[in-house]
């Protein structure tokens, strides 16, 4: 009697963590039950859609091309806080996108950093936007551009990172430089980034249970924003937002956790096996850091910088994580890349 009680706990435990673990079918949008197609999209030879925006001069009369990639929890609908006069004046064409999963842009069960690069690709040829185009990557986001860098070095003009993710256990940084900087940070991050580089396939769990120390905990509290990072926010409290749900609305796992997953999972090069992407001058790689960002901190980007000669590092004193707001910051960054 016994054991028959103690096999049906543990068939009823199997089959718990078996669906806490488990994330649920996306929504596809488009699909029967899926959410409507609202946005441009086009479609890759592979069959999945890319949703995207375009913002500035026309394509056809631009000198200077931009694909952008979006931020954890961003979409293609974030704003530049750029003026219209600006791009005209430096004749620039943006286009963000949707990357998979987010937005209206299909999922990729299969994403990683060198197929987020290829969709980039696939995006500028799809729009006829040239043999060559700058990037621009924002914080998690940054791992589309590294994996152009890598990937597709021949297509690009210029590159930027912008408050740039910095994957702890890449080996090129010295352990006691990579271990500060990750205990430096909150025990929400630091753990969520631990499960997403060792456990991958507990991350839909982690970020759904409520008993331990997650990135979810964190929504909506003002901890992991700098002290500039909290006046950016009182100034943009009174401006549209973009709809949250729509960001997410084909599932949180292939947004959100999937984003976690490649960034700090595996990657199959480092910034340090990059090859200068412009051994003659013709284009160039920035990146920019908040001196004051919490999210992602200074230290490794800039030892990272010194590593490589061939990017030009930016250190802004008064900002931290959401240094691409300040409307000046901004254009900064764009100026620069479009004229290195």
């Known amino acids: 009697m016994f054991a028959h009680i103690a096999f049906g706990l543990l068939v009823s435990f199997v089959g718990y963590a078996y669906l806490a673990i488990k994330p649920p079918s996306p929504k596809i949008c488009g699909s029967a039950g899926g959410p409507p197609v609202t946005s441009p999209r086009v479609k890759l030879d592979n069959g999945r859609h890319l949703a995207y925006k375009e913002r500035g001069v026309a394509k056809e009369e631009a000198k200077h091309k931009i694909i952008v990639s979006h931020a954890f929890g961003d979409s293609k609908d974030f704003n530049f806080p750029i003026s219209e006069e600006v791009l005209k004046e430096l004749q620039i064409y943006i286009v963000a996108f949707d990357r998979a999963g987010y937005g209206e842009s299909d999922p990729n069960p299969r994403r990683s950093v060198k197929s987020e690069a290829f969709d980039i690709q696939e995006l500028a040829d799809k729009l006829q936007l040239g043999p060559k185009f700058y990037v621009i990557g924002l914080s998690i986001g940054a791992y589309a551009v590294y994996g152009c860098l890598k990937y597709i070095p021949h297509r690009l003009s210029g590159a930027a990172l912008v408050v740039p993710l910095t994957h702890f256990w890449w080996r090129c940084f010295p352990a006691k430089l990579s271990n500060e900087a990750l205990?430096?940070?909150?025990?929400?991050?630091?753990?969520?980034?631990?499960?997403?580089?060792?456990?991958?396939?507990?991350?839909?769990?982690?970020?759904?249970?409520?008993?331990?120390?997650?990135?979810?905990?964190?929504?909506?509290?003002?901890?992991?924003?700098?002290?500039?990072?909290?006046?950016?926010?009182?100034?943009?409290?009174?401006?549209?937002?973009?709809?949250?749900?729509?960001?997410?609305?084909?599932?949180?796992?292939?947004?959100?956790?999937?984003?976690?997953?490649?960034?700090?999972?595996?990657?199959?090069?480092?910034?340090?096996?990059?090859?200068?992407?412009?051994?003659?001058?013709?284009?160039?790689?920035?990146?920019?850091?908040?001196?004051?960002?919490?999210?992602?901190?200074?230290?490794?980007?800039?030892?990272?910088?010194?590593?490589?000669?061939?990017?030009?590092?930016?250190?802004?004193?008064?900002a931290g994580h959401l240094l691409i707001y300040n409307e000046t910051h901004c254009e900064t960054v764009f100026k620069a890349l479009v004229s290195s």
């Open 183 to 318: 205990n430096g940070l909150l025990v929400q991050q630091r753990w969520t980034y631990r499960v997403a580089r060792y456990t991958p396939w507990l991350v839909h769990w982690w970020m759904n249970q409520k008993w331990l120390p997650s990135l979810s905990n964190l929504v909506g509290k003002p901890d992991p924003f700098s002290r500039s990072d909290l006046e950016i926010l009182k100034q943009l409290a009174g401006a549209p937002k973009q709809d949250q749900g729509k960001v997410i609305q084909q599932g949180v796992h292939e947004s959100l956790h999937r984003d976690l997953m490649v960034a700090f999972g595996k990657w199959d090069f480092e910034p340090t096996d990059i090859s200068d992407p412009f051994p003659n001058n013709e284009g160039c790689v920035h990146i920019w850091q908040g001196y004051e960002d919490k999210v992602f901190p200074f230290e490794l980007n800039r030892y990272l910088s010194q590593q490589l000669p061939w990017i030009m590092y930016h250190e802004v004193g008064d």
